[in-house]
Antibody, heavy 117, light 106 residues
Framework: EVRLVESGGGLVRTGGSLRLSCTTS????????MSWIRQAPGKGLEWVAN????????YYADSVEGRFTISRDNAKNSVYLQIDGLRADDTAVYYC??????????WGRGTLVTVSS | IQLTQSPSPLSASVGDRVTITCQAS??????LNWYQQKPGEAPKLLIF???NLETGVPSTFSGSGSGTHFTFTISRLQPEDFATYYC?????????FGQGTKLDFK
């Protein structure tokens, strides 16, 4: 059974940092791109970033470029999202999903990040 | 690449046929997916590559289009179909979602 479990969310002050984790199981992690997608409360989905199998390619949404860093550890079957310089509009549920973007079939349940001053 | 969905929102009744359109700001070939999301849940992939039905998805759902204009149709609405629907392009990174279409009861 494919599982993706996000963690690391919480309440953070404006300007602070967080590292989100997504731990996976049930598939060969090192053969798949991985992605992060977020959803602000009551709003739509926003694609955030993705990372290639061997970490040689990474892409970011314009809104997070320079503040967010996606990484992965294939030995731990995990993908991470380092978020720096948090702003109020970064408040969202952050989902990890399997794949580069050509059809996200597997998603985690998400982790909530709340940014407050 | 910007994706614009219409209408938003959309009111309909059980048994209705509904269509949602997704307009891309540039040619994305057929690199488009459609998702359904219900409150408190992660999105569910329904259609990939513009017109291919994901395994296990009812045949009442369909998608078509290429280039910049895409359509998503539910041929006969069931009670469980009332949800929010999103298109998503993967032609060019950064990938993007449409703003969503909330389908609610008329």
């Amino acid at each position: 059974e494919v599982r993706l479990v996000e963690s690391g969310g919480g309440l953070v002050r404006t300007g602070g940092s967080l590292r989100l984790s997504c731990t996976t199981s049930g598939f060969s992690f090192n053969t798949f791109w991985m992605s992060w997608i977020r959803q602000a409360p009551g709003k739509g989905l926003e694609w955030v970033a993705n990372i290639k199998r061997d970490s040689t390619e990474k892409y970011y949404a314009d809104s997070v470029e320079g503040r967010f860093t996606i990484s992965r550890d294939n030995a731990k079957n995990s993908v991470y999202l380092q978020i720096d310089g948090l702003r109020a509009d970064d408040t969202a549920v952050y989902y990890c999903a399997r794949g580069s973007g050509s059809g996200y079939f597997y998603w985690g349940r998400g982790t909530l990040v709340t940014v407050s001053s | 690449i910007q994706l614009t969905q219409s209408p938003s929102p959309l009111s309909a009744s059980v048994g209705d046929r509904v269509t949602i359109t997704c307009q891309a700001s540039q040619d994305i070939s057929q690199s488009l997916n459609w998702y359904q999301q219900k409150p408190g849940e992660a999105p569910k992939l329904l259609i990939f590559d513009a017109s291919n039905l994901e395994t296990g998805v009812p045949s009442t759902f369909s998608g078509s289009g290429s280039g910049t204009h895409f359509t998503f149709t539910i041929s006969r609405l069931q009670p469980e179909d009332f949800a929010t629907y999103y298109c998503q392009q993967y032609d060019t990174a950064p990938y993007t979602f449409g703003q969503g279409t909330k389908l609610d009861f008329k």
